[in-house]
């Protein structure tokens, strides 16, 4: 093999480890945008633009009020308001999610009230052994599940930027946190 070819593929198997761990591809998750730029500062923006899948304590906090690099890694909902899904009570919505680099963990999609970064309710999934790498193939429903929404939110979630349902995986051993957060009410 040439040198060259060595080079870039070393190039592509550090891109890959070093990059990539996990993140939600649908329903549509929270992006950053300028609000977070506002809220978190710009390093905070391009570490998530350089690896939408990395954890959270990649993302530098410039400690702002404003800014939690812990809820949504900081992704804000004014940079998303077009993404809002309308859920109804007991609705089932499917996950895709991409593990490129699985960590074990655990692992659970919860509502989170995002003002005060509080779960509500129960988690609508939970799993005690996520992304396990010492599996030769991963649990299907690792990438691909669904989950119910709660009959009765007590009132909750029914106002744009109020409720996210937050996808939530620990790598244990990494220990990386990884978050994905959709913007949904209740109708
Ligand atoms: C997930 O990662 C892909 C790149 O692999 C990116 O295109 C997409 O915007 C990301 N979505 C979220 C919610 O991070
Ligand atoms: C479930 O997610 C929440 C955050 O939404 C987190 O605080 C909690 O530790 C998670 N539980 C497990 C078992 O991973
Ligand atoms: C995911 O699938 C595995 C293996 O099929 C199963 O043992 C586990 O209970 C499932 N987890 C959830 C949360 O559905």
Redesign the pocket.
């Known amino acids: 093999m040439h040198t060259t070819s060595l080079l870039s593929l070393a190039a592509t198997l550090f891109t890959t480890s070093a990059f990539a761990h996990g993140n939600v591809t649908s329903p549509p998750a929270r992006l950053p945008g300028p609000a977070m730029r506002q809220a978190c500062g710009a390093g905070a923006v391009s570490a998530v633009q350089s690896d939408f899948t990395g954890p959270l304590e990649n993302i530098p906090s410039n400690g702002a009020p404003d800014c939690n690099t812990f809820l949504c890694k900081g992704q804000q909902f004014a940079d998303n308001q077009a993404n809002v899904q309308a859920f109804s009570a007991g609705q089932v919505v499917d996950f895709e999610v991409q593990l490129p680099i699985p960590h074990e963990?655990?692992?659970?999609?919860?509502i989170?009230d995002t003002a005060t970064n509080t779960?509500v309710g129960d988690?609508l999934i939970?799993?005690?052994s996520y992304a396990d790498e010492n599996l030769a193939v991963l649990p299907a429903n690792n990438t691909q599940f669904s989950v119910q929404m709660p009959a009765d939110l007590g009132g909750k979630c029914t106002v744009e930027g109020e409720c996210v349902m937050?996808w939530?995986?620990?790598g244990t051993n990494a220990q990386q946190t990884y978050?994905d957060c959709v913007d949904f009410v209740m109708v």
């Not at 963990?105 to 919860?110: D, I, K, L």
């Open positions: 963990g655990p692992c659970n999609v919860s989170v779960v988690p939970e799993f005690a937050q939530f995986w620990f978050e």
